[in-house]
Nanobody, 121 residues
Framework: QVQLVESGGGLVQAGGSLRLSCAAS????????MGWFRQAPGKEREFVAK????????RYSDSVKGRFTISRDNAKNTVYLQMNSLKPEDTAVYYC??????????????WGQGTQVTVSS
């Protein structure tokens, strides 16, 4: 089992920045690829970014590429999502997730409870 707890969400004006954190506990953090997903009201959950176990590989959705950066600190069992140039359409509940396979784009094995990000125009 892996337990994930997100933090760092909040209300920000368009053009602003936020950094989300996700603290993991349980099994060896460095053995898991980590991902960030989001779900806006009335919409399905969507992929945002993922990072490999070592941190050497990352992928982003087209909607956030160039604005968001995913990173991880295996010594601190934490994954981050730095979000810059935020837009109102980035408003959603953001979830971090863990899976043994970096190849997955969905259906991760473990999920956090989510943190709300609201971007005002």
């Amino acid at each position: 089992q892996v337990q994930l707890v997100e933090s760092g969400g909040g209300l920000v004006q368009a053009g602003g920045s936020l950094r989300l954190s996700c603290a993991a506990s349980g099994r060896t953090f460095s053995g898991y690829a980590m991902g960030w997903f989001r779900q806006a009201p009335g919409k399905e959950r969507e992929f945002v970014a993922k990072i490999s176990q070592s941190g050497g590989n990352t992928r982003y959705s087209d909607s956030v590429k160039g604005r968001f950066t995913i990173s991880r600190d295996n010594a601190k069992n934490t994954v981050y999502l730095q979000m810059n140039s935020l837009k109102p359409e980035d408003t959603a509940v953001y979830y971090c997730a863990a899976d043994p396979s970096y190849l997955k784009w969905t259906s991760y094995a473990y999920w956090g409870q989510g943190t709300q990000v609201t971007v005002s125009s």
